[in-house]
T-cell receptor, first 113, second 112 residues
Framework: SAVISQKPSRDICQRGTSLTIQCQVD?????MFWYRQQPGQSLTLIAT?????????ESGFVIDKFPISRPNLTFSTLTVSNMSPEDSSIYLC??????????FGQGTRLTVV | AQSVTQLDSQVPVFEEAPVELRCNYS??????LFWYVQYPNQGLQLLLK??????LVKGINGFEAEFNKSQTSFHLRKPSVHISDTAEYFC??????????FGQGTRLTINP
C-alpha cells in the first residue's frame, strides 16, 4: 500500500498570503488527487494532477487560486493563493493503487486569520 | 454524475450496541464502493471495499458492509461498538477515471 507524506501538517496563515502544501508518495503513481475538507464537511475533489501535463480542475476550482505542480511521479504540490478565512480547511493528497483503492495523506489543517 | 448519500449525519450509540450506518449511491453502471473512517485530527483510513464477488464484505475493526445492487445501497454494520469507534465515517464510490465521490459523512458517537 502507498505511503503518503504531506507537509506541513498544519499552519496558521494571514489572509492575502499563499501556502504551498507538499505531497510525497513512496511509489510512482500516474495520477495524484487533491481534496478539500471544509470544517464539518465531506471531501471535495479540487483537481487531478498528472505528471507532465496541466492539472484537471473540478467545477468551482481554478488554477489561479489553486496552482498545482507535478514535477515527477512521486511528488506534487498544491498552493492555496491569496488566502481568505473561507479557505480554512483540511487539504488532503490522495493516490489510487491497484486501480481501485485510494490512499490518503494525513492532511494539512489550514487556518486563515 | 454519480452521487453518494449518507442518510444520517450523526449516529449516537451506546457502547457494545450494534450499529448500522447507511449509504446509498446513484449509478447506472458497475461501481466500486468504499467505506473510510476518519478519527479526530487524522487522515482517512480504508475500512473496507466492494469491487466484485461476494456482496458481504468484511473490513478492519470488526466492520462489515453489504452491497445491495437492487437497492443501490452499501450499508456499514458492526455488531458491537467500542468507545474507540467514535469517528467520522465516509462512504465513497469510484466514479471511473479513478476519481472518488464521497458522501456527506456520518459522525458516530459511542456513549458509555
Amino acid at each position: 500500500s502507498a505511503v503518503i507524506s504531506q507537509k506541513p501538517s498544519r499552519d496558521i496563515c494571514q489572509r492575502g498570503t499563499s501556502l504551498t502544501i507538499q505531497c510525497q508518495v513512496d511509489s510512482q503513481v500516474t495520477m495524484m488527487f487533491w481534496y478539500r475538507q471544509q470544517p464539518g464537511q465531506s471531501l471535495t475533489l479540487i483537481a487531478t494532477a498528472n505528471q507532465g501535463s496541466e492539472a484537471t480542475y473540478e467545477s468551482g476550482f481554478v488554477i489561479d487560486k489553486f496552482p498545482i505542480s507535478r514535477p515527477n511521479l512521486t511528488f506534487s504540490t498544491l498552493t492555496v493563493s491569496n488566502m481568505s478565512p473561507e479557505d480554512s480547511s483540511i487539504y488532503l493528497c490522495s493516490v489510487i493503487e491497484g486501480g481501485n483503492e485510494a490512499f490518503f495523506g494525513q492532511g494539512t489543517r489550514l487556518t486563515v486569520v | 454524475a454519480q452521487s453518494v448519500t449518507q442518510l444520517d449525519s450523526q449516529v449516537p450509540v451506546f457502547e457494545e450496541a450494534p450499529v448500522e450506518l447507511r449509504c446509498n449511491y446513484s449509478s447506472s453502471v458497475s461501481v466500486y464502493l468504499f467505506w473510510y473512517v476518519q478519527y479526530p485530527n487524522q487522515g482517512l483510513q480504508l475500512l473496507l471495499k466492494y469491487l466484485s464477488g461476494s456482496t458481504l464484505v468484511k473490513g478492519i475493526n470488526g466492520f462489515e458492509a453489504e452491497f445491495n445492487k437492487s437497492q443501490t445501497s452499501f450499508h456499514l454494520r458492526k455488531p458491537s461498538v467500542h468507545i474507540s469507534d467514535t469517528a467520522e465515517y465516509f462512504c465513497a464510490v469510484n466514479q471511473g477515471a479513478q476519481k472518488l465521490v464521497f458522501g456527506q459523512g456520518t459522525r458516530l458517537t459511542i456513549n458509555p
